[in-house]
């Protein structure tokens, strides 16, 4: 090949060069000279490599497209997100809706929900009962479960040493998405609400006595709160130490109750005391509205002035006492009266009302009756000393046709000029029939009292109504 390559003219034009294996040599410079480099098997591997490559770059920007797109989340209504961008937070409280950040694994988007959930803390403080021993009353399970056992049964102990079991639920939501995305792992956030109320549980039990934790009674001895209220804060405080971003909405304690061995003395004791609660709360009823039915609006001034008054005779103040004595006399008579600077007037009613009116009537009637009967004597005084015959005798009569009128004799007809002795039964229906008749009077007059006794308290309750409905009137206007 060297000599045929050095043995042609200089002018003449280069012979073709033959490729081996599909290698071709030529000499510097003459590259243009040179024909198609390439077979049709090597144009068509050319072409297909480059459309190849073309391909790929538009698979690439496509995947960088989709890899952008891929970034886009939606934030729903109870959630709220966290923008990291490798690992640090750009942006907070992410409010819900679309919303777009740098994909993984550049950055994402944490979403953390918000919405109020509930943990029950079910029988963690109860004795381990079976299905059937849960929904029966205590009183029956003591015929089966006489003793606890430390590490089965759960409960709780009080501040005197007692033993109580009852049943928590738990509301919470998550206050602060940032430290909640950062600090509580998602898997172990129930199991951190439940330790904390259960430490909260404890905390409270520790410092109640058991007396306390069967009443619930409000505030304690130490005015710290309701049980409810403090395992509340004790449980808050717990997380918040752990910067958790959990706030407990509310704490149910559910039907404390005593070691089932002197469940029974406890039950007894409680209804003993719920028992008197209710003949006290009967009493008081009781008690407000006798005074109520007695003096009516002006009772509690009346023994205000009352107890006022006796003071001022146990320290000799006569003075005070006449003026206090003249205060409740106004008050009784519903005269306009001042008393440490309020004005009362008209407010009496009830039965000193009633008392009072009988009393003014009892006056007006002795006095109108002492009054017909001097005038009665003096007419008669007048008649007497001018026909005393007649007057005599004028009396006698209505006397004796009164004495028949009353139905109080019996009348016995004997023939003229019969001579002898008459030995007299007395009839016992007669004396029946009078103390009947008197007996019916008596309950005529009790019904008829009675009648009007009611006829009063409908009355004022009536007026007491239409008061309370002008007034609920005004406040809802």
Known sequence: MTDEFHNH???????????????SFIKPGEEGRLGPSLDP???SLASALNLTFRFVQVVMVLVGIAFLISGVQTIGESERGVKLVFGRITASDVEPGIRWNWPYPLGEIVKVRTNQESV???????????????SAPWGQILDTRQRLNPGVDGSVVTADGALGHLEVSVTFHRADPVANATNIYSADEIAIVRL??????????????????????GADANGMGSLETRIRRTAQETLDLNESGIRIDNVNVRDPRPPLAVYKEFDAVARAEAEAAKQREDANRAYRQTLTDIAGEAHDIILDRIDAYERAIELDNDA????????????????????NGAMYEGMTSGLVSQILNSARQYRTDVVTSARSRVDVFNAKLTQFRQEPSVLVTT????????FLNSGQYESIVTPRDTMGSFVLT???DIPKMIEAERNRAQAEETIQSRIEEL????RRWSIEQRQRDQEAAGRGS
Do not use: C
């Not at 904390?196 to 009674?217: H, K, M, N, P, Y």
């Not at 006492?321 to 306009?336: K, R």
């Not at 009396?395 to 009164?402: F, G, I, K, L, V």
């Not at 006829?455 to 409908?458: F, G, L, S, W």
């Open 455 to 458: 006829k009063e308290r409908h």
């Open 426 to 428: 007395p009839d016992p």
């Open 320 to 339: 005070e006492a006449n003026v206090i004595l003249t205060q409740i006399n106004a008050l009784f008579e519903g005269a306009p009266v001042e008393i």
């Open 9 to 23: 003219d200089e002018g003449a034009p280069p012979p073709p060069v033959e490729s081996a294996k599909g290698v």
């Open 395 to 402: 009396d006698w009569t209505n006397a004796y046709r009164e």
């Open 41 to 43: 098997a090597q144009e």
């Open 196 to 217: 904390s109320v259960e430490r909260g549980v404890v905390a409270t039990f520790a410092e109640s006595t058991i007396d306390q934790v069967l009443r619930q009674g």
């Open 120 to 134: 029950d803390l079910g029988y963690t403080f109860m004795p381990n009962l079976n299905a059937r021993e849960r």
